[in-house]
């Protein structure tokens, strides 16, 4: 697809969508990102979302809507990034960010990687390995805000993510959805990891045959220290979620 056609169908979904439109730059860069991501795709699967217009709406768009929930400058670890959603998006839209991106797959960082390195996007660094692994918590330490987009459950997810917010900060769980089913199930232990009251932001994903999808954020607040006991090993968090 070409650049102008690219730009009119993103722009119409951003515009659609209630996202403030970008500069031809950043547009540019988006453009390609999703060459790239095609291109590589077709040899190596990284995402199962295979046509342009599915992936200008349901990774573009669905990944800038967490932007507005982060604050200015702030620095922000995407956990299970994958490919790079919703980390890639948000920074191209939002230079002022630093962003960490990590993910366990190396494969999947090498991509990240790759694809910063390409469209000179220098305010993210990609780092593969398990969010749950203490020397990595120790390496990359507390963040402002803390995404993450189809990595768990809510009750594994707020072990794995909570841990990394610094007391003031936030973790913003992108859901589709059951996020209110996820979020009773996992309440408790919010509050034992330090979280304070958790808000729901229910979002439609307009796509571009005008159907829509319902989209969830969770912001929790991280209003005290995660005790040392967390987060467990993976397999204990799968067997006994708090
Ligand atoms: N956020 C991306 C990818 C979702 S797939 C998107 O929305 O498209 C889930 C990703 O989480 C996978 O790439 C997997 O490797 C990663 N993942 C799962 N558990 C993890 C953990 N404990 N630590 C780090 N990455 C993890």
């Not at 709406?57 to 669905?62: I, M, P, S």
């Amino acid at each position: 697809m070409d650049f102008s056609e690219f730009k009119s169908l993103f722009c119409n979904s951003l515009q659609q969508n209630g996202i403030s439109l970008l500069d031809d730059n950043a547009l540019e860069t988006f453009h390609l990102f999703v060459e790239h991501l095609m291109a590589v795709n077709a040899v190596t699967n990284l995402t199962a979302v295979r046509n342009v217009p599915d992936v200008i709406t349901k990774h573009l768009v669905d990944s800038l809507f967490v932007s507005e929930h982060l604050p200015q400058d702030a620095r922000v670890l995407d956990l299970g990034c994958g490919p790079g959603f919703p980390s890639i998006p948000l920074a191209v839209a939002r230079p002022d960010l630093q962003i960490v991106a990590l993910d366990s797959t190396a494969k999947k960082i090498a991509f990240v990687q790759e694809t910063c390195s390409k469209l000179n996007i220098s305010n993210l660094t990609a780092i593969s390995g398990r969010a749950e692994d203490r020397a990595i918590s120790a390496k990359i330490g507390e963040f402002d805000a803390v995404v993450s987009r189809a990595v768990a459950r809510m009750n594994v997810l707020s072990e794995l993510c909570l841990p990394y917010v610094r007391i003031g900060g936030s973790l913003i769980a992108m859901k589709a959805a059951k996020a209110e089913e996820e979020l009773a199930e996992a309440e408790r232990g919010i509050q034992t990891l330090g979280g304070g009251t958790p808000t729901l932001h229910k979002r439609e994903l307009a796509l571009t045959d005008n159907s829509k999808e319902p989209r969830c954020l969770i912001a929790i607040p991280k209003a005290r220290k995660t005790p040392p006991a967390y987060p467990r090993a993976y397999a204990a968090i799968l067997k006994k979620p708090l």
